[in-house]
């Protein structure tokens, strides 16, 4: 019996750099890669009706256009030798009636510019509906194919850092000011799961944060085979959860023996967080075996901090040199 996600409500609104949470409800879904471009289908590609209207309608205008050109060639070749001087109109059988090819082309040009508004429409319109959502799936697949098909040898390499941590710890904080840098005041609870993805020295990198909340813990481990880094986000004044924190992380841990771990002990800022020493201790990372490459950072996931000694960007800095190596 497959897992059920819970059902995801509509996103709230998420930092600019995020993607609402994109799986509808059902069993738990392969993982995209996604793409900040994802989320807006480029205007223009014949896949509506509508677009198909733009489509034909430029179709129109070009044989108008040639019709009109054969039209006129037929009057030169249609001359006769000794006719009537240059003064003389030539009449020709090949060409429309004049009125009758401005009217045309005239109604090619409105179709093309009627058809060309409607898609703008319909693409703004259904941008955040079911049919919006079909056209993002096929992008999706479509870019997924693409990226598929590359040629091998190809120096863009695909790698997941998958984000975890209990609820408030400052998961999507962190997503927010690696990938945007801009000033935000509140970020609402992840219900879902958001993805960022970040393109760095020849490295396409996916960040995929699933909730903290107690009912999202249970999913978090479907998503570990997928990662190539795990980064467990720890709100160091939180003394009171821990212990929680402690034992999701090594339940995880135990699951995945080799995965490379960073630790964040977030909210530095704040007076009274625990030191990364206290929180080696708390966290009991020195039980964790030698196997895997262990990091423990101190953060601060604030704007106030970005250019400070906790500043979130070293995680960034510190995932690219984890994932570029070979
Ligand atoms: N002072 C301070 N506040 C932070 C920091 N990081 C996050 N916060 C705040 O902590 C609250 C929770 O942050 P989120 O980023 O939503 O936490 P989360 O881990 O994504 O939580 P869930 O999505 O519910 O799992 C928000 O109000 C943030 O503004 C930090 O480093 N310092
Ligand atoms: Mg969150």
Redesign the pocket.
């Known amino acids: 019996m497959p897992l059920q996600l819970p059902a995801i409500p509509p996103p709230s609104s998420l930092p600019p750099c995020l993607h609402p949470p994109t799986h509808p409800p059902g069993p738990l879904p392969a993982l995209p890669a996604l793409h900040p471009s994802l989320d807006r289908a480029p205007i223009g590609l014949p896949s509506s009706p509508l677009s198909s209207a733009v489509t034909l309608g430029a179709g129109a205008a070009v044989v108008l256009h040639i019709w009109q050109v054969a039209g006129l060639a037929g009057c030169t070749s249609g001359r006769t030798a000794g006719s009537p001087g240059p003064a003389a109109r030539c009449r020709c059988r090949m060409a429309p009636p004049r009125a009758l090819r401005d009217l045309t082309l005239a109604l090619g040009a409105a179709v093309v510019a009627l058809g060309s508004l409607l898609f703008i429409a319909w693409k703004l319109y259904f941008r955040d509906t079911e049919l919006g959502a079909s056209w993002d799936s096929w992008w999706e697949r479509e870019v997924r194919e693409l990226r598929d098909r590359a040629p091998a040898g190809s120096t863009v390499e695909w790698k997941q850092v998958l984000v975890l941590?209990?609820?408030?710890?400052?998961?999507?904080?962190?997503l927010?000011y690696i990938c945007s840098q801009t000033a935000r005041k509140?970020?609402?609870?992840?219900l879902g799961f958001n993805s960022a993805q970040l393109h760095v020295e020849g490295l396409e990198m996916d960040l995929l944060?699933v909730?903290?909340?107690q009912n999202l813990r249970a999913y978090w481990s479907h998503y570990l085979s997928e990662a190539h880094v795990l980064v467990f986000?720890v709100d160091s004044v939180d003394r009171s959860r821990l212990l929680t924190a402690r034992q999701e992380l090594h339940a995880l841990l135990a699951e995945e023996p080799r995965l490379p771990l960073v630790v964040l002990a977030?909210?530095?800022?704040?007076s009274h967080a625990l030191s990364t020493e206290e929180l080696q201790e708390e966290l009991a990372l020195h039980s964790l075996s030698g196997q895997r490459e262990l990091f423990l950072l101190p953060?601060?996931?604030?704007w106030a901090?970005l250019s400070t000694a906790t500043s979130v960007l070293r995680v960034k800095s510190l995932l690219v040199s984890l994932l570029s190596q070979p």
């Open positions: 941590g209990l609820d408030g710890a400052g998961k999507s904080s962190v927010h509140r970020i609402p609870p992840t944060e909730g903290g909340s986000v977030n909210k530095q800022d704040k953060t601060s996931a604030t901090s």
